[in-house]
């Protein structure tokens, strides 16, 4: 079992940049690939970033790509996502996501959340 605890959210102007961040528990986390999805009001969660075990490679949702950047931490068992030139439709609620197959694209744990708020 892997708990996923996602901070960093908060209320940021137009423009202005952020970073979350998300704890795993448990070593075998580190042989996970790890994802962040968003989920907006009134829409479906959707893909924003994933990374694979090694951290060698990283794919991006094209909404966000060359805006955002994830990253992790072994030692510290953590996921990054910087985001930067933020816009009022990135406001959502972040999910952090595990996914001990390794797949980028399925996973199988998930966090709390944290929320983002962009104001204009």
């Known amino acids: 079992q892997v708990q996923l605890v996602e901070s960093g959210g908060g209320l940021v102007q137009a423009g202005g940049s952020l970073t979350l961040s998300c704890a795993a528990s448990g070593r075998a986390s580190i042989y996970y690939a790890m994802g962040w999805y968003r989920q907006a009001p009134g829409n479906e969660r959707e893909f924003v970033a994933a990374?694979?075990?090694?951290?060698?490679?990283?794919y991006y949702a094209d909404s966000v790509k060359g805006r955002v950047t994830i990253s992790r931490d072994h030692a510290k068992n953590t996921v990054y996502l910087q985001m930067s030139s933020l816009r009022p439709e990135d406001t959502a609620v972040y999910y952090c996501a595990a996914s001990s197959r390794g797949k980028v694209y399925e996973y199988d744990y998930w966090g709390q959340g944290t929320q983002v708020t962009v104001s204009s």
């Open positions: 990374i694979t075990a090694s951290g060698a490679n990283t």
